[in-house]
């Protein structure tokens, strides 16, 4: 399968279209909006599915087979934002608080972009590590940590009258809703291991598709309506979010290649490494930099980084994978 016929397999699938479809509601000016109630709902469903599966899965393959691609995951969170400051602040001309918020996202992952990542593998019947949802666990909060100290040590003034909030920081970073229901989920899977999937099957497998179709098309209506502000966060910032991503998938499927991953499972280090959060961190950013302008980072991941992943990003990151891998179809 080529890269375009890659495309047009994924923008068949129905949490695609459904996310199509949510954008089309709002350029169309419909009523059609979810509950917030709702949408916390499929988002902790969403959560606590991959982290279960994920700790199940963790418990039957054992820590031997983790311990090297985690630790690359790690690390790919801690790194990310350290080369991505030097660009946002040179080439994209933000402020020094600015760049370090958008930097802390685009370190951070998205347990959506990861959950259509692992959906489309499983739709071309493609072979994969069942413990990678692992890995999205432990990206998430060192990503934060780092954009924190960032934005801090640009502000000398501020972190001498005030002092750096660590206490808070740690707590949002590792502690937040989203970081607290993956690893809690992780640990409960692990906890039960097989006989605890077999019971909740028809609870965290049967549904899932259908809730994470119901959740890109709010994901799809939430994308619109940031796009009106495409024109004010700038062409530069637009670019970045379109083009790091893709020098970021090619570099974890590089880093999940000699992590000893399959090619299936570089492939997912390569979506998470190119994803960018939009919960844990906007809400660590505005505890910790609220100078930061959350148009700024919100507009870049919501409007341009998350819409080109799950669309166009998905099959280019397989074919990197197959390019220089091999041992995929």
């Known amino acids: 399968m080529d890269w375009w016929e890659g495309v047009l397999a994924n923008l ?5 279209v459904f996310f199509a479809l949510g954008v089309l509601s709002v350029l169309l ?9 709702v949408y916390t709902a499929l988002a902790t469903y969403l959560l606590m599915a991959i982290g279960f599966k994920g700790g199940v899965a963790l418990a039957e393959s054992g820590w031997s087979q983790v311990w090297r691609p985690g630790l ?14 030097p660009v946002l602040r040179r080439l994209v001309r933000l402020s020094p608080v600015d760049a370090a918020a958008v930097a802390a996202h685009y370190g951070s992952v998205s347990a959506v972009t990861f959950v259509a990542a692992v959906n489309y593998l499983n739709e071309l019947r493609v072979p994969y590590e069942p413990h990678a949802s692992a890995f999205l666990a432990v990206m998430e909060s060192p990503a934060i940590v780092v954009g924190v100290l960032l934005g801090r040590l640009t502000q000398p003034q501020a972190a001498a009258e005030g002092g750096l909030p660590w206490r808070q920081v740690l707590h949002e970073a590792l502690l937040g809703r989203s970081v607290f229901l ?15 999937e077999e019971a909740t099957r028809g609870f965290f497998v049967a549904p899932f598709q259908g809730v994470l179709t119901l959740f890109l098309f709010e994901m799809g209506m939430v ?24 020098v970021h998938g090619a570099v974890g499927v590089v880093a999940g290649h000699f992590a ?16 960018a959060s939009y919960i844990a961190a906007p809400a660590a950013m505005r505890l910790s930099l609220p100078q930061a302008n ?5 507009t870049a ?29």
């Open 12 to 16: 068949a699938s129905p949490p695609i």
């Open 29 to 37: 000016r419909t009523d059609l909006r979810l509950p917030e109630p």
């Open 72 to 85: 690359a995951a790690v690390l790919l969170g801690c790194c990310i934002p350290l080369w991505c400051y």
């Open 182 to 196: 993956l690893l809690g989920a992780l640990a409960a899977g692990a906890i039960c291991g097989a006989r605890g």
């Open 223 to 246: 994308a619109a309506r940031r796009l009106g502000e495409l024109r004010r966060v700038g062409l530069r910032l637009i670019a970045f979010g379109l083009v790091m991503p893709m």
């Open 260 to 275: 000893g991953l399959s090619p299936g499972g570089a492939f997912l280090m390569g979506v998470l490494a190119a994803s």
């Open 294 to 298: 959350p148009t700024l980072y919100l």
């Open 301 to 329: 991941v919501l409007a341009v980084t998350f819409p080109f992943n799950v669309t166009l990003g998905l099959p280019l990151y397989y074919q990197l994978a197959r390019w220089w891998l091999g041992g995929l179809p």
